[in-house]
């Protein structure tokens, strides 16, 4: 059965690094999002991707954050300038359409820890 | 502020018996309504999604919707111990586009579901 998969599991950085978190959507899937889930909270919506922009991001996606796809099957996250609050878990996400009647399949996820 | 709210739990239930997780939002713009299921270190799955007012039936699992009263609910019946987990209800902010609904989800903080043998 097809898959999102994220690399790494687990990423550690150090306070004002930069990271790139990565994502392979499902393969004739068109829509892309990240959603990040601090420990013990929830899951709250960063941005979502189609047809090689963003169409919507939130409050959290701010000018330290980019999304890219580089090429035919990665969906990437960048955090210029990693801040401790940005420790959380990063899940990727997509969907064959952009329409709320395809489901999202979320990818295992990418833990962040920033020290 | 787009806001869904959930009891946080933990709801326990013993074995074969009907769970009810219930779910709140703000936003009467809200089109769509999901339930997701997380085990803890898990990323969210899909249990049931529903448009339209009234009952939606998935095997084990209804989902319920009252748009009047901004409400949506999950009933599990016969729950078994491996349905124990967090429940997460979310919502879509429903911006048209493309021809349909942007789905980024507005998620509740969960309800923490223990089902005991």
């Known amino acids: 059965e097809p898959e999102v998969t994220q690399t790494p599991s687990h990423q550690v950085t150090q306070m004002g690094q930069e990271v790139i978190l990565r994502c392979v959507p499902i393969?004739?899937?068109?829509?892309f999002y990240w959603y990040r889930q601090i420990l013990g909270q929830k899951v709250e919506f960063l941005v979502s991707?189609?047809?090689?922009?963003?169409?919507?991001k939130s409050e959290i996606f701010d000018d330290q954050f980019s999304v890219e796809r580089p090429d035919g099957s990665n969906f990437t996250l960048k955090i210029r300038s990693t801040k401790l609050e940005d420790s959380a878990m990063y899940f990727c996400?997509?969907?064959?359409?952009?329409?709320?009647?395809?489901?999202?399949?979320f990818g295992p996820g990418t833990r962040l820890t920033v020290t | 502020q787009k806001e869904v709210e959930q009891n946080s739990g933990p709801l326990s239930v013993p074995e074969g018996a009907i769970a009810s997780l219930n779910c709140t939002y703000s936003?009467?713009?809200?089109?769509?309504f999901f339930w997701y299921r997380q085990y803890s270190g898990k990323s969210p799955e899909l249990i049931m999604f529903?448009?339209?007012?009234g009952d939606k039936e998935d095997g084990r699992f209804t989902a319920q919707l009252n748009k009047a009263s901004q409400y949506v609910s999950l009933l599990i019946r016969d729950s078994q111990p491996s349905d124990s987990a967090t429940y997460l209800c979310?919502?879509?902010?429903?911006?048209?586009?493309?021809?349909?609904?942007?789905?980024?989800?507005?998620f509740g903080k969960g309800t923490k579901l223990s089902v005991k043998p």
């Open positions: 996400a997509s969907s064959e359409a952009p329409d709320i009647s395809y489901e999202q399949y």
């Open positions: 393969s004739n899937h068109l829509y």
């Open positions: 991707f189609y047809n090689n922009e963003i169409s919507e």
């Open positions: 936003d009467r713009g809200s089109q769509s």
């Open positions: 529903i448009y339209s007012n």
């Open positions: 979310a919502v879509t902010t429903g911006v048209m586009n493309y021809g349909g609904s942007q789905g980024n989800l507005i």
